[in-house]
């Protein structure tokens, strides 16, 4: 789930709505819209792109099949460069045989080729697979000033002219779509395919990247964000909160409105009584072995701090430490955790005390008849000069800048990397998402996960849950995770499996003679599918005792 699904704009009476789409526009827009499963957008955007529809098109367009896995980003061109090595591209033959008018396609197609040479595409594709879409975006957006409707000619995409007026928040989304698609035509390392393989790539590789996500917390307590039963959908579905959209949970300008709903709900993700999962173990003995390069994780719990990692970058943040937005004073997290677990609004010390001090100033000359002011409440006088302060943990919300450690450090590590381990996320939201992109395509990449990831192309994919597939990798290297003490003084936890977990231990199955593997938890639906179908014919060598081994139950689930 990449943020909200496509909702429908609401009519208005008197607004003209339109009632059909040319077959251009219809492919486009469908496209667009199927993009956002790997592409993050927002509900501003899906409005914009379903603009001035009737709502009998809006329903045609966003009520998509739900076992539709595939993507419709191939629709998007309607040019195909000589030099294109795009494995979605659409041929102008095939187009030809669609319902669009020919005459339409040679217009656009002639409208491209007049736009960029061969030489310039060329340059901006490499300055994209090379620096990324931050930069891209950068130079050619905002440094050189170029229409975002001419940059989509070097991705081999004429937008129909009913899409070129849109809002440049909306075009800016298309160019990301372009780019996605072009920064993930990564091919598999053939040479990899078996759990053995992966085992002798984790035992001979000194520098391994790990990418981490809210997948590894969950068995902890703590909810992801974006999976069926996560943070957002749970947000959805009770609508106990004043939420226009779940991720307004995480907006800065709407937390600067009304902090009260975020602390009214930061205790569940607060992680004062969370104690590391065996994945987070996993990763602190790949540093203690001296192979860990850096963990970039997307959470926000500090559980990799409290699991002893020192080579992490918390990309979007964490509680670790709070701000205030007043006056930006910066203290540790755990000044202001008790406000934060008893539901209360957290408010900056050092802006009390100038705050009280200039009460007391203006009370002075009327001390007998002036009435004392208690400490600073939500209904203070509107007129007061000093306002106290908010504090905010030092989350990156949405609507707020990132910092540039991580630009540097992905500079620093990305000629050092030799084996990438992405582990529990969906690689959906930026700038994690971005960091196959920058990497060599040389470098092996494993795939720990509950569900694939369709815009990746690990070399070896190992689905289910990750705690699990963690545990099964140590005894296949034989390691020992390392012990965590109990945070209530109980007994340190085992770095082992118990007896029971043993007992229930299902060996992984692997799926026809293809790189991935099923552990329990699995899901993969569509996509799962389409594997078993590409590898049914396949003799490429399946280790003997994996085959004919009956596969874990599997959900057909929409992947996200």
Partial sequence: MSGPGPHKPQSQDGDKKSTSLSPTHAMQLRAFLNASEDVEVDPDTIEDLLEGLSEDICTEMTD????????????????????????????????????????????????????????????????????????????????????????????????????????????????????????????????????SDAVSLIVRSKHIMVLTGAGISVSCGIPDFRSRNGLYATLKDKGQYDLDDPQQMFDIHYFKENPKVFYSFASQIYPSNFIPSPCHRFIKLIEDKNKLLRNYTQNIDTLESIAGITRVLQCHGSFKTASCLQCRV???????????????????????????????????????????????????????????????????????KLTDEFDQALLED??????????????????????????????????????????????????????????????????????????????????????????????????????????????GGKWLEDIKERYSNGTNGAPAQSRGQPEPQTKKARVS
């Fill in 64 to 195: 998509l099949d739900s076992d539709s896995e595939t993507s419709d980003t191939e629709d998007l061109p309607l040019l195909v460069q000589e030099e294109s090595t795009s494995s979605t591209a659409v041929s102008v033959a095939e187009l030809e045989d669609s319902d669009i008018d020919p005459s339409e396609i040679r217009a656009l197609e002639e409208e491209a080729i007049q736009a960029w040479t061969k030489d310039e595409v060329r340059r901006m594709l490499h300055h994209l697979k090379e620096r990324g879409m931050s930069s891209f975006i950068r130079e050619y957006v905002f440094g050189q000033n170029i229409p975002i409707v001419k940059l989509l000619f070097a991705f081999g995409i004429s937008l129909c002219p009913e899409l070129r007026n849109k809002r440049p928040k909306t075009l800016l989304y298309f160019l990301r779509v372009a780019m996605s698609r072009q920064l993930h035509l990564r091919e598999k390392l053939p040479q990899y395919n078996t759990i």
């Fill in 330 to 400: 910066k203290v540790p997290g755990v000044e202001i955790e008790r406000e934060i677990l008893n539901q209360h609004v957290p408010y900056c010390k050092v802006c009390l005390e100038v705050h009280k001090a200039a009460e007391a100033q203006k009370s002075k000359p009327a001390k007998k008849k002036g009435k004392k002011r208690n400490e600073w409440e939500d209904d203070s006088d509107e007129n007061d000069d000093l306002p106290v302060g908010v504090m905010k943990p030092d989350i990156t919300f949405f609507g707020e």
């Fill in 414 to 523: 990305r000629d050092k990397v030799d084996l990438l381990l992405v582990i529990g996320t969906s690689l959906k939201v930026s700038p994690v998402s971005e960091i196959l992109s920058h990497l060599p395509h040389s470098v092996p990449q494993i795939l720990i996960n509950r569900t694939p990831i369709r815009h990746i192309n690990p070399d070896i994919v190992l689905l289910g849950d990750a705690d699990e597939i963690v545990y099964y990798l140590c005894e296949q290297l034989k390691w020992e995770l390392p012990p965590l003490p109990n945070p209530k003084g109980g007994p340190r936890v085992n770095g082992k499996r118990t007896s029971s977990q043993m007992i229930d231990q299902v060996e992984p199955a692997r799926v026809r003679e293809s790189h991935v593997w099923l552990f329990n938890g699995a899901e």
